[in-house]
T-cell receptor, first 116, second 112 residues
Framework: EAQVTQNPRYLITVTGKKLTVTCSQNMNHEYMSWYRQDPGLGLRQIYYSMNVEVTDKGDVPEGYKVSRKEKRNFPLILESPSPNQTSLYFC???????????????FGAGSRLTVL | AQSVSQHNHHVILSEAASLELGCNYSYGGTVNLFWYVQYPGQHLQLLLKYFSGDPLVKGIKGFEAEFIKSKFSFNLRKPSVQWSDTAEYFCAADTGGFKTIFGAGTRLFVKA
């Protein structure tokens, strides 16, 4: 089954304790992206990756890091989490970007993170 | 800066009522437009999309949307909603680059 898998789905942590949210897709998609969803703000892009070893900042990158060492994986790293990073996080992937229609996003199930 | 605005944050309807959710985007060039839906406890999934051609696009579950370029709008419609349409709906736009911008979302609650 074609899917985007995120782990963990739920996590409660404390301020300053490094954590990683993993994301993996099995569709050979070139493009991957991380979003956070907050009430009243919709989905805001954190980071995205056009291909292996190619990443760039989205709209809200502060406090996050990413890496793309393999095409299928795109982990989100919070080096020193703070309470304002409490949110629902979504990983998404697509075939690629462009006006051809290839950028329909497939989303993971979401990871709900609470930072105390 | 590009942005997507959704007019209503919360909508409550009775079953069989008609639905129209507003969406406006700010970008003067060629744009791809989407509506995604998030049913309770489920992934975000594509409802419908517009890339080019006929400005009236049809999606799953009887939804449709009309692209009106002169108004920078892409409103979502359904003639008769069902209880199972209760969900959060997101309008999104991209300009063929690497950034899809989402609106704030509209929570729809359909009363049985």
């Amino acid at each position: 089954e074609a899917q985007v898998t995120q782990n963990p789905r739920y996590l409660i942590t404390v301020t300053g304790k490094k954590l990683t949210v993993t994301c993996s897709q099995n569709m050979n998609h070139e493009y991957m992206s991380w979003y956070r969803q907050d009430p009243g703000l919709g989905l805001r892009q954190i980071y995205y990756s056009m291909n292996v070893e190619v990443t760039d900042k989205g709209d809200v990158p502060e406090g996050y890091k990413v890496s793309r060492k393999e095409k299928r994986n795109f982990p989100l790293i919070l080096e020193s989490p703070s309470p304002n990073q409490t949110s629902l996080y979504f990983c998404a992937s697509s075939l690629g970007a462009g006006l051809s229609g290839a950028n329909v996003l497939t989303f993971g199930a979401g990871s709900r993170l609470t930072v105390l | 800066a590009q942005s997507v605005s959704q007019h209503n944050h919360h909508v409550i309807l009775s079953e069989a009522a008609s639905l129209e959710l507003g969406c406006n985007y700010s970008y003067g060039g060629t744009v791809n437009l989407f509506w995604y839906v998030q049913y309770p406890g489920q992934h975000l999934q594509l409802l419908l999309k517009y890339f080019s051609g006929d400005p009236l696009v049809k999606g799953i579950k009887g939804f449709e949307a009309e692209f009106i370029k002169s108004k920078f709008s892409f409103n979502l419609r359904k003639p008769s909603v069902q209880w199972s349409d209760t969900a959060e709906y997101f309008c999104a736009a991209d300009t063929g680059g690497f950034k899809t911008i989402f609106g704030a979302g509209t929570r729809l609650f359909v009363k049985a």
